[in-house]
C-alpha cells in the first residue's frame, strides 16, 4: 500500500490519485474562464491578464481529461501524469517567465520573445508554475510506499 492510500467503493485511492482528481476540476475550471459572464474584459482577458483562446481552453480540457484517466486507473498512471504535467506546465512558466510566451500554445514560436513588464510576467505565468510545481513536488511527497 502507499502512503495516504483510502479504500473507496473498493477501490485504493492513494493520494496521488486524488491529486489528480484535484487537477481534472482545476483544469476544467481554466478551460471555462472564458465562458463564466465577468470574468473577461473588454479585449477577452480572464480577470484581465490571460488572453485566452479555443486552443487554450482545449489543451487545458484534455489536461483535464487526461488528469480524470490517470486518477481513475491507477496510482502508477497518476504518479505519470504529474510528472510529465507538471515537467511540461512547470516548464512553459519558466519559458514565459522569461520571455513573455510560452511553449504549449506555441506562443513562443509564433510571438517570439515579448517586451512585458515583469509584474505581468509573474501574474501570467504563475498559473502554469504553481500547477506544475504542485504536481512534481506531489510525487516527491506522496509516492512513498
Same mark, same amino acid.
Given at each position: 500500500?502507499?502512503?495516504?492510500?483510502t479504500t473507496?467503493?473498493? @477501490?485504493? %485511492?492513494?493520494? $496521488?490519485?486524488?491529486?489528480?482528481?484535484?487537477?481534472?476540476?482545476?483544469?476544467?475550471? *481554466?478551460?471555462?474562464?472564458?465562458?463564466?459572464?465577468?470574468?473577461?474584459?473588454?479585449?477577452?482577458?480572464?480577470?484581465?491578464?490571460? *488572453?485566452?483562446? %479555443?486552443?487554450? =481552453?482545449?489543451?487545458? !480540457?484534455?489536461?483535464?481529461?487526461?488528469?480524470?484517466? *490517470?486518477?481513475?486507473?491507477?496510482?502508477?498512471?497518476?504518479?505519470? !501524469? $504529474?510528472?510529465?504535467?507538471?515537467?511540461?506546465y512547470f516548464? =512553459?512558466?519558466?519559458? #514565459?517567465?522569461?520571455? #513573455?510566451?510560452?511553449?504549449? =500554445? !506555441?506562443?513562443? @514560436?509564433?510571438? #517570439?520573445?515579448?517586451?512585458?513588464?515583469?509584474?505581468?510576467?509573474?501574474?501570467?505565468?504563475?498559473?502554469?508554475?504553481?500547477?506544475?510545481? @504542485? *504536481?512534481?513536488?506531489?510525487?516527491?511527497?506522496?509516492?512513498?510506499?
Amino acid at each position: 500500500m502507499h502512503c495516504g492510500t483510502t479504500t473507496w467503493l473498493g @477501490f485504493n %485511492v492513494t493520494m $496521488l490519485r486524488y491529486v489528480s482528481f484535484g487537477f481534472t476540476f482545476s483544469l476544467l475550471i *481554466a478551460a471555462s474562464l472564458n465562458y463564466i459572464p465577468g470574468l473577461t474584459d473588454t479585449e477577452g482577458r480572464a480577470f484581465g491578464i490571460f *488572453a485566452l483562446d %479555443v486552443f487554450d =481552453d482545449s489543451l487545458h !480540457f484534455f489536461s483535464a481529461l487526461w488528469a480524470l484517466i *490517470a486518477g481513475l486507473m491507477s496510482h502508477r498512471a497518476a504518479r505519470i !501524469f $504529474l510528472i510529465y504535467f507538471g515537467a511540461l506546465y512547470f516548464g =512553459d512558466g519558466l519559458i #514565459g517567465l522569461v520571455t #513573455g510566451s510560452g511553449y504549449l =500554445d !506555441f506562443g513562443i @514560436f509564433n510571438y #517570439g520573445i515579448q517586451d512585458f513588464t515583469i509584474m505581468f510576467k509573474i501574474l501570467s505565468n504563475l498559473p502554469h508554475l504553481t500547477l506544475g510545481g @504542485f *504536481a512534481m513536488f506531489s510525487v516527491w511527497i506522496w509516492n512513498r510506499k
